[in-house]
């Protein structure tokens, strides 16, 4: 007697049945629709950069991180490219162009003026209220030897406690201003310190002072600590605190602290503007981080807000920063060359 058999479906043989043309349409245009919001954010950012438009104070806040929206803007021609996806590609690449424009000049040295006078080494420091050791900040002192040291946020007892250290065996000149709340404000100095001043204005402590050299060159020196963007009346008094700094011209000066600002805020590029230079940029060393560094970990996005701006006619030649221990902020050491 025969037997009828029943042949079934292998088994995944759906799988192997291609998807309806109109699901990979609405695939493609899902991933079209992502493509164009990514390539829209990064050219809408690179424009307001470049522009130097500050809507809205987040603006001020976001701004600092264009370095890491640089990375990402990277990532829109590349699946543009990949997807064929032409004219997306060429809109992906302009963002990318502004970038460049923008960050390239600081990972380049830049010429120098031929300076011939002595040499001057700045070194500045917010001590975060003076949480930071001062025997962590004495061993940089008597490592790098500093002609000048600009301090902010230095607190009442921050003194006495350099004092007992040896500081002035280094650094034996100081106009200091200790205050708490993160106001105060201090220049010490190997040569002669005179006509320090406050520089007014409300929010945290900013001062200069004139430094003389033993040859009878005259430095004026800025321990600068502007406003933070954050909120409230910091918000209000931070491009104030910024535009208070005196510009470039007549003596030489040189500005040196916390900006609480980055080269991608137009306050900043303004202040340069004025006949400056920033030393980390100067070097090439542009996208060297200072803040936050205190427990944070290394993946954490970190920005640029300590500078040292030198008078255009004062030669850059080094600048590096250093990390210290109970402090979000680091350290940095510029070389420079008088005229």
């Known amino acids: 007697m025969e037997r009828?058999?029943?042949?079934?479906?292998?088994?995944?043989?759906?799988?192997?049945?291609?998807?309806?043309?109109?699901?990979?349409?609405?695939?493609?245009?899902?991933?079209?629709?992502?493509?164009?919001?990514?390539?829209?954010a990064c050219l809408g950012w690179g424009a307001l950069r470049l522009t130097g438009w500050e809507p809205v104070f987040r603006w001020s806040q976001a701004v600092s991180f264009t370095p890491y929206v640089a990375v990402a803007a990277l990532v829109p021609p590349a699946w543009a490219a990949l997807t064929r996806r032409w004219r997306t590609t060429v809109a992906a690449f302009a963002a990318v162009s502004m970038f460049a424009v923008i960050l390239l000049p600081r990972m380049l040295p830049g010429a120098q003026p031929p300076a011939r006078g002595p040499a001057l080494r700045v070194m500045t420091l917010n001590m975060w209220n003076g949480h930071?050791?001062?025997?962590?900040?004495?061993?940089?002192?008597?490592?790098?030897?500093?002609?000048?040291?600009?301090l902010q946020e230095f607190a009442g007892w921050v003194p006495g406690r350099l004092a007992a250290e040896g500081?002035?065996?280094?650094?034996?000149?100081?106009?200091?201003?200790?205050?708490?709340?993160?106001?105060?404000?201090?220049?010490y100095a190997r040569h002669p310190v005179s006509e320090g001043?406050?520089?007014?204005?409300?929010?945290?402590?900013?001062?200069?002072?004139?430094?003389?050299?033993?040859?009878?060159?005259?430095?004026?020196?800025?321990?600068?600590?502007?406003?933070?963007?954050?909120?409230?009346?910091?918000?209000?008094?931070?491009?104030?605190s910024i535009r208070r700094l005196p510009g470039a011209g007549g003596p030489l000066r040189v500005l040196a602290g916390d900006f609480n600002a980055t080269l991608d805020h137009a306050v900043l590029r303004e202040l340069i503007a004025t006949g400056y230079r920033d030393a980390a940029d100067a070097?090439?060393?542009?996208?060297?981080?200072?803040?936050?560094?205190?427990?944070?970990?290394?993946?954490?996005?970190?920005?640029?807000?300590d500078h040292v701006l030198a008078d255009e006619r004062i030669a850059v030649r080094d600048f590096r920063a250093v990390t210290l221990p109970a402090d979000d902020h680091r350290l940095t050491v510029t070389d420079l060359t008088l005229p």
């Open 4 to 40: 009828s058999e029943r042949i079934d479906d292998p088994p995944g043989l759906a799988t192997l049945v291609p998807p309806s043309p109109g699901g990979v349409r609405r695939d493609r245009r899902g991933g079209t629709v992502v493509l164009f919001a990514l390539t829209a």
């Open 132 to 150: 930071v050791p001062t025997s962590a900040l004495m061993e940089q002192i008597r490592r790098y030897r500093p002609d000048v040291l600009t």
């Open 167 to 187: 500081v002035a065996g280094l650094l034996p000149y100081a106009y200091a201003l200790p205050e708490e709340d993160a106001n105060g404000v201090a220049i």
């Open 197 to 240: 001043r406050r520089l007014p204005g409300t929010g945290p402590g900013q001062a200069a002072a004139v430094v003389t050299l033993p040859d009878g060159r005259r430095v004026e020196v800025v321990s600068v600590h502007a406003c933070a963007p954050s909120s409230g009346w910091r918000t209000a008094c931070w491009e104030p």
């Open 283 to 305: 070097t090439g060393r542009g996208l060297t981080m200072t803040w936050p560094y205190h427990e944070q970990p290394f993946f954490f996005p970190k920005i640029a807000i």
